[in-house]
């Protein structure tokens, strides 16, 4: 009987390591917990003594100034509310061009930095060294007043067949407005996208088993052309345009690429294409040697072998720090404050926050939105880096 207490005193003893452990991190939640309730109460009193209420209702009230693009109806009487959905809006679209304009020029640049061609080995390596080593914020000055703002007015403005015109002021192109046959052509084009992945499926298979290579795209492309354009003939137009004309000193109708998106598209597209180039490059090369000889042993052409068995093998070296590059174009966007572009910095933690006062509550917002794009984006990339990963049975 001693010797069990003798024991469980032992256990409790402060030089067990368990109980040291358990000690220190009930410490330092404690400390966490009480740092934070400081801080709240400080927060509470300083904000009571300068007479500053808090809280969300502000976004109830009317913004009272116009903004430039919006994806969706603005008006400047418009609540704060709606400005959030504007400037959400607005920092979704540029991220989403950026990471697809990056991914591409990203790809092709990380291919010709391996290809066999001397000039276009080097001149991609000369890209990749040059804009990796600017800063972006350079770059997007560069764009924007160096290049986008010396363009000519609209008067002189530069147009293609009297429907696009690039100017001072952006570039305006054709609008798209519904029309009655829309129904009709989004189910042609979903018909066109079943047959397409059915005939896909279909030729795989038939490759597995007898070996002989089948090309889908031409089928696929004449499916996308033929049934909306059928669609078109017998339950009439899916869209019709809205032409830009020039009306006074400027364009009105259409659709309008305000320079700031363009000159932030171009600039954070540009930076981070030279890294996604590094990281397709070094995917490609993590491949073993070994694969590049046994394809060539088959008889596959250098592109087919590319496709189908260099690029498969180098995405599962390249998804994880791709992710990282897209969670870069985000956070960068941040950057469009500098030159004007209405995104939430701009919008929610400038003007909104000016107005307003209520830098907690903005500033809490913009900061949520990050984090919760960046962590959707997280999840979508990690669900398919699992997808792709090789599983050991």
């Known amino acids: 009987m001693s010797q069990r207490r003798l024991t469980v005193k032992g256990s409790l003893s402060f030089s ?9 991190q009930i410490l ?13 109460h400080n927060t509470i009193t300083n904000l009571d003594k300068r007479g500053i209420t ?10 009272g100034f116009g903004i430039v693009q919006h994806l969706v109806d603005y008006q400047q ?3 704060y509310g709606r400005v959030f959905l504007v400037g959400l809006l607005n920092t979704l679209l540029v991220s989403a061009l950026c990471i697809v304009f990056a991914s591409f020029l990203g790809f092709f640049l990380g291919l010709a930095r391996l290809s066999e061609n001397w000039l276009l080995r080097k001149l ?10 600017i800063p972006p914020l350079l770059q997007i000055f560069f764009w924007y007043f160096a290049v986008l703002r010396n363009l000519p007015g609209p008067r002189q403005a530069v147009n293609a067949f009297e429907l696009v015109f690039l100017s001072n002021r952006g ?11 829309l129904l009709a052509f989004i189910a042609a084009l979903a018909i066109a996208a079943l047959l397409t992945v059915g005939l896909f ?12 290579l089948r090309r889908t795209w031409p089928t696929a492309l004449a499916l996308v052309i033929v049934l909306p354009l059928l669609a078109h003939w017998i339950f009439g137009a899916a869209l019709h345009w809205d032409i830009p004309a020039l009306q006074g000193f400027n364009f009105r109708g259409g659709m309008v690429l305000i320079p700031e998106l363009a000159a932030l598209t171009l600039a954070l597209s540009v930076y981070t294409s030279a890294f996604i180039a590094e990281i397709i490059r070094s995917g490609i090369q993590a491949v073993p040697f070994g694969q590049h000889e046994a394809a060539r042993s088959l008889g596959l052409p250098n592109p087919v072998t590319l496709r189908q068995v260099i690029i498969p093998q180098a995405l599962r070296v390249v998804i994880p720090p791709l992710t990282s590059q897209y969670l870069n174009i985000v956070k960068n966007s941040s950057l ?3 030159i004007g572009y209405p995104d939430m910095v701009s919008l929610f933690a400038g003007t909104v926050l000016n107005q307003t006062g209520q830098a907690i509550e903005t500033i809490a917002i913009t900061m949520s939105v990050y984090l919760i794009i960046s962590l959707s984006i997280s999840l979508l990339m990690n669900i398919y880096n699992r997808r792709m990963a090789l599983i050991e049975r």
């Open 201 to 212: 499926r279909y030729n795989k298979t038939h490759q597995i088993k007898t070996g002989q």
């Open 336 to 338: 469009a404050a500098a």
């Open 124 to 133: 991609s390596t000369v890209y990749i060294e040059t804009f990796r080593n």
């Open 171 to 181: 570039l305006y192109i054709p609008s798209p407005q519904w029309g009655e046959g």
């Open 28 to 40: 330092a939640v404690v400390a966490v917990v009480a740092i934070a309730i400081y801080l709240i």
């Open 77 to 79: 009487g418009d609540t």
């Open 54 to 63: 808090s809280g969300f209702a502000f976004l109830d009230r009317s913004a």
């Open 16 to 24: 067990n390591p368990t109980v040291r452990a358990w000690l220190f």
